[in-house]
């Protein structure tokens, strides 16, 4: 039994964090951190977890997240710059749920942030979140750069393809869309109910800071600088990603090819399912689950690959992706607290 | 570790109770039976399954059936006449999320389902599944008739008051608004997104089944034959039911007083959470959860209770519930598989 | 042609208002009032508008306003209190949506706003926008009381049967469930998109000021004071109310007896559309339209009339009203620029 | 005054031609056809409708259709094809709202839509109603084969850049998202709210026919044949297209010059508004409108356009458009029946 703390957990991945968490049998939530809701009950902000969980949230209070085993910062950006390196000091595990400390290059940070990084030295040692690429990696590390929702559903789409060394690694195009949760737990107009319901946009295009983060792993995994279109949508639902990934092929395929090279790619990874051939993801399939499905189509007249892919930005693309890195970190059976099957309904 | 079969598996209440049963400890899921998709995975007609459970759903076979120590039939009212003697007979307790077997008198039951009823017998013998108010009978039972979505919610809501003595037992009134998921898995042109979404209305308005079930158990409660308005209304979401209810009372009281009541009555009672004075029940509180909350209102000008209870209703309302009489049946702690945080989100 | 000036324009009652006055044939926008949005084209606040219409907000300045025929004032209550008696002296004719002019007795008001009354002899003088019940009132007046969402509702619902005499005037219940937008355009988190999707709730059960506003004019209609149990719910869809409205009969009826009396009780009021006995109103049968649906079910068990009423809260709950009592007052046809199917889709 | 008949006027576009229809100040409604609601009102099977207008749906009947002056067939590809040689015989102006007369190679329709094309000399002198494009021809024409939804949202987003010389040709993608209308009146399973709502995927990738029909104008356009990547998605809303549009630049360019480039294309039209630099369209901007909006982005670090477009599909996509090409048809101004504001909320 470990002990955990969540800062920031009054917001929308911190919540989902302490759900997940709640339901985890070697965890005990030890601290939830909130600087809107101190004093308040986890249970008065959020009345789902009457009876079920019952943690005061509190101010920021290093003595008291000191003595946690684990502590994941759900903060935004550049917010936990004190905090954590103090706890890693202190020899506590930190999962950050920020973009702080998700990137290779500290300039592409500095430049897609727009702000100074913090702790360079920190910046060099953390290692990026993703266990079905860097699960070696996690099981060692002291900081967890847990990366993003558009990013982890736009790595894991493309790069079985690019490491397959089938594709072109020009004219790449994500075009992806979100659900609501996506902004947070935010109060902001845009973001009512009677704006967003009923509407859908596209918004920050060619300029959303997953882009740099999506580009740092496809660059990676295709030996080569990777330079994508990026495009995010707002979709009047709560949860779900669905990226619709273009990759031109250097040579003629099939959607049977890229299933099977996709599956083989995929075959030891609980949270990764790719379709069989003719079928796709749904959010639905995936809403509240860690799972990402992965759905493989080729045009043949175009000699194009359009691979779609879906998840819970808020699980898989935050919450339960940190979960995940958690149990690798502790020595945890990978899929502890994240077996339980999502909603569809 | 019991082996449990699942009778009409692919319809919603069917499909919530495998999503239960797949995460319960001491189940194994044995039979999921299907006429529309026999033979195909449940992971195929529900893809959120894939990676967590691999059973093929089948026609009804009694020998496959039988084999089992529990069986929910989630089939639509008068379906199982055959196959539920069929089993009791051989020793395998029934849980009928049907409303076939939840009537003290046949004569109701005949009038409001315009059906005569198939086994008189088994009809008396049966129990009615509503933990918090027959527990020890259902400890005993061979067959429940477990409890309909509005019914529970009313009934929970209403029951200690009129316990209590201090309701008048004329007018009262249940307004009850429920999602789509109520209506089953259907097809049907009037729940088609585009029909359902952006509305909402009432039916069946003095006429839904749900009142004779609900009449019977405020009647047994106060002692007197109870007769009341009970209006569904459908609305624009998918998981839950919001019940307010009007109860004049004999004398003057207070929402503290109530609320006081309230919190006694059900004190030992896990799924029922009395909300604090001055709060109210939100269906997004319970949704994927077992809980029923109540929330307790007093207009001194009327000197009348308003009530406002809500469940999940394919949980509380449904498969949940199932599920915990099915704990109760076979002396598992109550609360064994249910005692995950619901959605919020 | 006249010109009209609509004050709070770009809120959400303010929005329709123009959206319907720009497609009005005798009305010129002269004027749109918006302290937030001053110096911004309506066409950039509500994009809907580009190419339709080309007026920019601007601060209140009374020199403008008053070159106007006619002034709607769709501010918070309170907010116009210097605004509309200058406008009076001027001969400007006032459509005042808020509450402040609703009322016959200024205690009523004083109670359930909590507020002094800053123009008593204007509430004298001031008419209740009711045409189906004050036309003729409404055509002489020079200050009209645009009445609440809510309350149109529930007296276009209710009043039939209170003049009727048929009424027992005892235990008349409104149990009225509304969109979002009857929350007007709010940044507030409670209806922020992810909060309010997928949830409903009651709300300020017993204590609503539109209470009181039902009450007055039930009262006058059965000519004795009539208290109620009215209860709010927020559903999650944008337009529309449907109200529920019980009341106990004197003697037995039936619903074929109850639709023809309302049938001709409205038989000249374009706007109330009464159905067929067996017909229930819907919210997508108003949406965007100044329709009132009424449909009446009657309980024979319990000698009780069900009332189910609705509308499109920002039409004929304030916006389309408005306009209806602007035809009255210049002697236009009552359905100029009105007569538009609403959206149903 | 023209008198007009629908055919298929039940279906989501031909109630919507229907509601268009009920406002046009030159139009005369004749004859609503259905097949499946004949005998009904209008106003039975869309209640919006009830005192707006009284016409009732009667089965096909060429004898009563005849007297028209212009038919709307709203009905399946294929289904008309006895019925619109009869007419056009007859003199009367038919706009076809199926695939059938939209293609200049009759062979492209016969394998995209995988069956023989029944008039192919009708094909031959039948007009693309998109009046942007080819105004001129259309109101001569006897018979118009009325454009797509996702078509119009793509060409017309597309063409202006292909015709200004300064696209590349090669690997233009259209990602489009589309609401639930656009699958017609459906009871089928997969459109019921509760497999909708809160559910987004992708469908037919590489295979949709709406291909063809952009291919075809894309390839006019820019004077060489262009094979596109579309791919179309179901989102949880009602009404609305939005399409993402993916275009190389053969040199430099930015958001400004490609936004003005836009703007003086479209300098005469009304119903297509480009939104001025760092503004994008919303699907709630054009809801319930004829407009199509087109914002521009560049990404200079790839040399390439990004275009979003987005229209209300049954109205531009559909519907409106089919009554645009009836003004232009009969030499009304092409805005009438068609200038209202849309619906934003």
Redo the contacts between chains.
């Keep these: 039994m470990i002990k955990a703390a969540v800062l920031g957990a009054t917001g ?1 991945a911190g ?2 964090l302490v ?1 997940l968490l ?2 985890h049998p070697e965890v005990q939530i030890e601290v939830l951190g909130s600087q809107s809701f101190a004093g308040q009950g986890i249970d008065e902000v ?8 019952d943690v005061k949230c509190e101010e920021l209070d290093l003595d008291r997240v000191r003595g946690c085993d684990v502590v994941f910062t759900a903060l935004p950006h550049g917010a936990s710059k004190e905090v954590i390196p103090a706890l890693i000091e202190q020899g506590v595990k930190v999962i950050d749920l920020s973009g702080d400390f998700r990137y290779d290059d500290i300039e592409v940070y500095e430049k897609w942030y727009g702000q100074k990084h913090s702790s360079p030295e920190l910046l060099k040692e953390s290692v990026y979140g993703m266990p079905e690429l860097y699960r070696d990696k996690i099981k060692g590390a002291r900081l967890i750069g847990n990366p993003g929702c558009y990013t982890t559903c736009s790595i894991l789409g493309t790069v079985p393809l690019l490491k397959s060394g089938m594709a072109e690694t020009k ?1 790449i ?1 994500v ?1 992806a ?1 979100s ?3 996506g902004a947070g ?5 845009p ?13 920050k ?2 300029t959303h800071r997953h882009t740099s983060e999506i580009e740092q792993e496809l660059s990676k995994a295709a030996g080569e600088e990777i ?1 994508i ?1 990026f ?1 995010p ?1 707002l ?6 990603i ?1 990226a ?1 990934i ?1 990759v ?1 092929l250097k040579q003629k395929s099939s959607a049977a090819e890229l299933t099977e090279m996709y599956k083989e790619f995929y075959k030891d990874e ?1 949270f990764v ?1 790719v379709k069989d051939e003719g ?11 860690n ?1 990402v ?1 992965i ?1 493989l ?3 043949e ?2 000699q ?1 690959a ?1 691979i ?1 892919s ?1 998840l819970d930005n ?1 699980v898989k693309g935050a919450a339960g992706q940190a979960v995940q890195n958690m149990n690798l970190l502790f020595g945890f059976d990978e899929k502890t607290g994240l ?7």
């Design positions: 929308y919540v989902e759900r709640s339901n959020y009345q789902s977890f009457e009876h079920i969980l004219n195009i075009d869309k659900g609501v949760t737990r935010s109060a902001a107009l973001y009512s109910f009677c704006e967003c319901t009923e509407n859908m946009k596209a918004y295009v060619a330079i279109s495009t949508h979709i009047p639902l709560k949860r779900g669905l619709t273009y031109n609980f399912r079928h796709l993801p749904e959010t639905k399939f995936v809403a509240g689950s799972f499905d759905g189509c080729y045009d007249r175009l194009r359009v779609v879906a808020i077996k339980n099957a999502g909603f569809y309904l």
